[in-house]
């Protein structure tokens, strides 16, 4: 399995960007496929989890200004970050992980000990 971010870059607080990740390798009728970020000194946090299902999760404080999406035919996740801000800054990673069986329905977790694939990393930051 290998996962390719782009889309990283540096923008001014209030700007854009649009993360993408391409798969290869991952070939599950079920998935969960999402993105983390890092601050250097802090642990990976979960930024947006999506399933095959279509149910997404965010970060409660994400939600609203980031979106996730995924396009099965380009095998490819993105993410779009608007309103960026400074505290934003933070190297983001695409992940590919398992779907778990609760309570009668497959779901994702956000939690990256779920994930078992992840991509190298694209760094995003955001100035005042």
């Known amino acids: 399995v290998r996962l390719v971010e782009s889309g990283g870059g540096s923008v001014q607080s209030g700007g854009s960007l649009t993360l993408s990740c391409v798969r290869s390798g991952y070939t599950y009728s079920r998935w969960c496929l999402g993105w983390f970020r890092r601050v250097p000194g802090y642990g990976r946090e979960a930024v947006a989890i999506i399933s095959s299902t279509g149910a997404t999760i965010y970060q409660d404080s994400l939600k609203g200004r980031f979106t996730i999406s995924e396009d099965s035919a380009k095998m490819t996740l993105y993410l779009k970050m608007n309103n960026l801000k400074p505290e934003d800054t933070a190297m983001y990673y695409c992940?590919?992980?398992?779907?778990?069986?609760?309570?009668?329905?497959?779901?994702?977790?956000?939690?990256?000990?779920?994930?078992?694939?992840w991509g190298s990393g694209t760094q995003v930051t955001v100035s005042s």
């Open positions: 992940a590919a992980g398992t779907v778990i069986y609760e309570d009668g329905a497959y779901v994702c977790k956000a939690a990256d000990g779920e994930f078992n694939y």
